[in-house]
């Protein structure tokens, strides 16, 4: 068993944030953004296990990089259990079928919705790993690389607002990007 004082690296592995409150010490709250790695104790670690969720949250947001503390943990953990986006990134890419199935298999839940994301992300061109994703997850990967299509083609059609009306002010006249009849505060130190 670790010394409680041990220093633990965990990393948010899910692409939103993800915390805890651990009331037992001190109302202790950690928020984690997408990605972001922070040290910790052991005594905080076993604490997070204790909590409702906690085992879930360590198992599918978070991961830890310290091999004695999986080990007291979790006990043993699958390969994919470490799997960062480049590690995805190598299995989408040159990874065989059979590895990408046992990933989908085993992975916690986290590496699961790195793997969605990178295949959108990339466009992943392999029609029968799209296909096991779908089969595996249910996530249409081509549907996903339509819709992100879709919407940067809305986002770039967006146009600025023009005025639908003259403004009823002489000053706001000149105003071009003002909705307001309201001076500006340039005007108004003008005006004292």
């Given at each position: 068993?670790?010394?409680?004082?041990y220093?633990?690296?965990?990393t948010?592995?899910?692409?939103?944030?993800?915390?805890?409150?651990?009331?037992e010490?001190?109302?202790?709250?950690?928020?984690?953004?997408?990605?972001?790695?922070?040290?910790?104790?052991?005594?905080?670690?076993?604490?997070?296990?204790?909590?409702p969720g906690g085992?879930?949250?360590?198992?599918?947001?978070?991961?830890?990089?310290?091999?004695?503390?999986?080990?007291?943990?979790?006990?043993?953990?699958e390969?994919e259990?470490a799997?960062?986006?480049?590690?995805?990134?190598?299995?989408l890419?040159?990874?065989?079928?059979?590895?990408?199935e046992?990933?989908?298999?085993?992975?916690?839940?986290?590496?699961?919705?790195?793997v969605?994301?990178?295949?959108?992300?990339?466009?992943?061109?392999?029609?029968?790993?799209?296909?096991?994703?779908?089969?595996?997850?249910?996530?249409n990967v081509?549907r996903?690389?339509?819709?992100?299509?879709?919407?940067?083609?809305?986002n770039?059609?967006?146009t600025?607002s023009?005025?639908?009306?003259?403004?009823?002010?002489?000053?706001?006249?000149?105003?071009?990007?003002r909705?307001?009849?309201?001076?500006?505060l340039?005007?108004?130190?003008?005006?004292?």
């Amino acid at each position: 068993m670790l010394d409680k004082n041990y220093i633990v690296e965990i990393t948010n592995r899910d692409s939103g944030s993800a915390g805890y409150t651990i009331a037992e010490m001190n109302n202790l709250h950690r928020q984690f953004a997408a990605g972001e790695t922070k040290e910790i104790t052991m005594e905080e670690l076993r604490a997070l296990t204790y909590l409702p969720g906690g085992m879930q949250i360590l198992q599918d947001c978070f991961v830890i990089h310290d091999e004695k503390a999986i080990a007291e943990i979790f006990g043993e953990v699958e390969p994919e259990y470490a799997y960062d986006e480049e590690d995805v990134k190598t299995l989408l890419t040159t990874g065989t079928n059979d590895q990408l199935e046992d990933c989908l298999d085993f992975a916690p839940e986290g590496v699961i919705s790195l793997v969605k994301k990178i295949a959108v992300e990339t466009k992943l061109n392999d029609v029968a790993k799209r296909k096991i994703i779908q089969e595996k997850t249910g996530f249409n990967v081509d549907r996903a690389i339509d819709a992100n299509e879709y919407t940067k083609e809305e986002n770039a059609k967006e146009t600025k607002s023009e005025r639908r009306a003259k403004p009823v002010s002489k000053k706001a006249e000149t105003a071009k990007t003002r909705k307001t009849d309201l001076p500006s505060l340039k005007d108004l130190k003008k005006d004292k």
